[in-house]
């Protein structure tokens, strides 16, 4: 029976009911059993968890405050808690950075996920019936547009001039050329094209003098260049039926005064040029973006294999007066073969721009500039101006590449009034 209400609790009977209490026993069994109201238990037992001793039992001693030093275990142990500080420290920041890439991603709408390799129809020969040609493989690139740059007619001495119009003028013209080598100067059998899309779409006001008189600032031109690129690659869709494109980040799109290694796609508005056109292009089947973290591309056509990369980082620098960017370009493509072949990652045909000049070398296809001669190449360079173009050429399952093409963007000069096929200096008398 309990305790009357308002009858104090004895010594005894208290220091029972505390006994029950710090050994674990609930309220109302401890009520019951010293015989006192619950009520008057729940107070004991929140005295209890305030730091009252139990009555006969010595006090807990206090806490002493840690002092440093005073063991060699005291001493790992503070060691061990600022080691897992760290390394938690550490564990976010990475936790972070990953979800940081994963929303740029996420914002753009699809993660460009890398191809284990090209499609079927770039790696084995169509089928063809009695009386057909075999189908071949158009690949080209496009590269080093510079949409937003301007060029001065004036400066360039009357050879050349560029701005966003004369782009979209161009790059029409390139569009519309290919197509049309393609039907009429090819086998007229193809299972799709392949794209090489290596960069330097935008000009990105990279030099100081290119920040002063560029159209368009960086952003709006990227947009700009992805509404071109999505015309473009619908009509190379419409003639091809499929696209496939190896995907590399030029120098001039980087948002970095000077290359950054780490990363360094993801600090590039070609890149994001190349994510917001995979977006558009979400869910169809005929066209195949493939970007990748390196920032290169080894596929195959057929039997070829090729690396296309934007070219500006092939391990060299410089040039020659004379022979011009053919002695670092093949300078380059040996260390980069090199480089390749050790880790297992060989090439046949190494595809690069960046160098704005059309080579066709032993190892090496070299794109010309869509922009062309500009105020930098003559004054610094005191190179000779050549029409801009960009390349492209034909793969046979068995024979390799069949033709070579220089697709031109401009009218070709008026010949009017040269009827003859053929002519000659009669011999000197």
Known sequence: MSRPIGQHLDSDTRTALRRLLAAGTS???????????????????????AGEPVEGEPAPEPAQPFRLGGSPESR??????????RL???????????????AVREILGTIARAAEEPPD??????????????????????????????????????????DL????????????????????????????????????????????ELAKTDALEVLP??????????????????????????CAAGNHGRNTLKPEYKRYIYKNYDWLIYELLVRHFAGRSEIRFDIRESNEVRYRVFGQRYLAMHGDMLGVKGGDGIIGAIGP???????????????????DVLVIGHWHQ?????????????????????????????EPSQPLWFVHPRRGITSRWNVRVEAPPDRAGVSEWVSWEPEAA
């Open 27 to 49: 309220i109302s069994a401890a009520a019951r059993e010293a015989g006192v109201a619950r009520g008057t238990a729940r107070r004991e037992a929140y005295l209890l968890k």
């Open 76 to 85: 790992r142990i503070v060691q061990l808690e600022d080691e897992v500080k």
């Open 88 to 102: 938690r420290g550490e564990l976010r920041a990475a936790h972070r950075a990953a979800l940081d890439e994963e």
């Open 121 to 162: 129809w770039v790696l084995r020969p169509a089928p063809k019936r009695k009386g057909e040609r075999t189908a071949e493989v158009p690949v080209c690139t496009w590269s080093d547009w510079h949409l937003g740059e301007v060029v001065s007619r004036t400066e360039t001495n009357g050879v050349n001039a560029f």
């Open 165 to 208: 119009t004369i782009a979209e003028t161009r790059i029409r013209a390139l569009v519309e050329n290919i197509i049309r080598i393609a039907r009429d100067h090819g086998p007229g059998r193809y299972p799709g094209i392949v794209i090489n899309l290596l960069g330097d779409i935008v000009s990105g006001g990279l030099h100081p």
């Open 221 to 246: 031109a990227a947009l700009r260049a992805r509404d071109i690129l999505v015309w473009a690659f619908e009509r190379m869709i419409e003639a091809f039926g499929q696209v496939y494109v190896p």
């Open 329 to 347: 370009i093949m300078r380059g493509e040996v260390k980069t073969r090199g480089q390749a072949a050790s880790s297992g990652r060989d090439y």
């Open 358 to 386: 059309e080579l066709w070398l032993p190892r090496a296809i070299v794109a010309n500039a869509l922009k062309g001669f500009d105020e930098f190449a003559r004054l610094a360079l005191r190179a000779i101006p050549s």
